[in-house]
């Protein structure tokens, strides 16, 4: 393992001086997703206690024991809207939310699907929808008097923590692979954060738990393998994307969201809140949610192997790489009644020039959703009267050259 030390050192503030932020009055606990075991508010980062005894680390979400009627505040902007129905009322933000959700009829009509709507992530302060839940990290970091943060990541992740932990005064710790792109070390280090190179993914977790067992860092991400979701503060964050979908294209939404998946953060996170929406009669449903990956993982567990496995494979697809599958991805595809779709790098990377050409510029691994859509719609998964989504996760701008990336 090596450390790179950033150039100027920082300046770190102490916690204790930090802002604090205040918890949503009405947030009740935390509940297991799979085995329902209720918890009282508190940090959780290996999950529910009792699956995790059992060799199964499940995802908890976050109860609320009653939320507005009002999903929105009108005065505030982007993801500050929601704070009624986020676990904090306030949080360290950037002006992260608020993105766009456009419909792109000429990609739609090339393709034979009713309509496409393009969530666009990239629009993120720090280029990413992973800004979501770092806002809500670093704050709950800064409310339990944490003064270092740590993540493992492949780029976005570790870019958009080190960003908010910069603006919260936090030190930062992203633990990586060799793999990290020259875009994204730059990005990190020029926060002040510190850049620790794993030799992979599973030393990565290693060295993740070592530091919150040995100096009380507070991990943003999973240090588990078998792995369970982000931290569960972090992962509502994500809900905020369906809260905008809801807002732009109505009570209807869509009849499926395309979402390139790993760990399955952001698809659980979209699930949770298309979830409370219809809980709370916005909505009538919740539409099918469709994970995208460049290999077998979640189609292997769908398929009928054990979810705890290990599925190794290799693509280009850097954002969503990774051999493991979390529980959490499996109940949003399975309680929307969608499901995965494997695709292969040359089609994603054509795609991406294809969708760039439509007027979205987005990272090669946000353009798998595209390439998802196109085979689902081959297999008549979707159909043609259907409206999609496709969440653009990350922007164009953070890739290299292809020659370059493709090193
Ligand atoms: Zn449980």
């Given at each position: 393992m090596t450390k790179s030390i950033p150039s100027q050192p920082s300046q770190f503030v102490d916690a204790g001086n930090a802002r604090r932020h205040a918890l949503n009055?009405?947030?009740a606990g935390f509940s297991c997703i799979r085995c329902q075991l209720e918890l009282a508010v508190?940090?959780?980062?290996?999950?529910?206690p009792s699956c995790l005894a059992r060799g199964e680390p499940s995802t908890l979400r976050s109860t609320y024991s009653a939320l507005p009627?009002?999903?929105?505040?009108?005065?505030?902007?982007g993801m500050q809207r929601y704070a009624a129905w986020?676990?904090?009322?306030s949080w360290v933000s950037l002006g992260e939310g608020g993105t766009s959700c456009t419909n792109f009829s000429s990609l739609a009509h090339e393709l034979g699907v009713a309509a496409i709507h393009i969530?666009?992530?990239?629009?993120?302060p720090s280029g990413s929808h992973k800004d979501r839940m770092s806002c809500l990290a670093v704050t709950r970091a800064l409310d339990v008097g944490a003064t270092m943060i740590v993540a493992a990541s492949s780029g976005n992740g570790g870019a958009s923590l080190a960003l908010y932990a910069a603006a919260a005064g936090l030190q930062c710790c992203i633990v990586t692979t060799s793999a990290l792109s020259p875009v994204f070390r730059r990005a990190i280090i020029m926060t002040g954060a510190q850049i620790v190179t794993a030799s992979d993914s599973l030393e990565r977790w290693d060295h993740i738990a070592n530091m919150v067992k040995e100096q009380s860092a507070f991990p943003a991400t999973n240090y588990l393998d078998p792995p369970v979701g982000s931290n569960h503060f972090g992962l509502d964050g994500f809900k905020t994307i369906a809260y905008e979908m809801f807002e732009e294209l109505?009570?209807?939404?869509?009849d499926a969201v395309l979402v390139p998946t790993s760990r399955g953060d952001l698809i659980w996170g979209l699930f949770e809140g298309f979830r409370q929406l219809k809980a709370a009669d916005l909505t009538t449903a919740v539409p099918r949610l469709f994970a995208v990956e460049p290999f077998a993982r979640i189609s292997a567990v769908l398929g009928?192997?054990?979810?705890t496995g290990s599925f190794p494979g290799t693509t280009k697809l850097t954002s969503i790489g990774g051999s493991t599958v979390t529980y959490q991805a499996i109940e949003a595809i399975r309680l929307s009644g969608g499901g995965a779709v494997i695709v292969v790098d040359e089609m994603v990377a054509r795609d991406q020039l294809r969708l760039a050409r439509h007027g979205c510029y987005a990272e090669l691994s946000s353009a798998a959703a595209l390439t998802g859509l196109e085979l689902l719609l081959k297999d008549e998964?979707?159909?043609?009267d259907e409206t999609v989504a496709l969440i653009?996760?990350?922007?164009?701008?953070k890739e290299l050259a292809s020659d370059e990336s493709d090193r």
């Open positions: 009055p009405v947030l508190a940090d959780y980062f290996e999950g529910c009627t009002a999903l929105t505040d009108n005065q505030a902007r986020m676990p904090y009322m969530k666009n992530e990239g629009q993120n109505g009570p209807d939404l869509v009928g192997e054990t979810v998964v979707i159909s043609p653009a996760t990350s922007n164009g701008y």
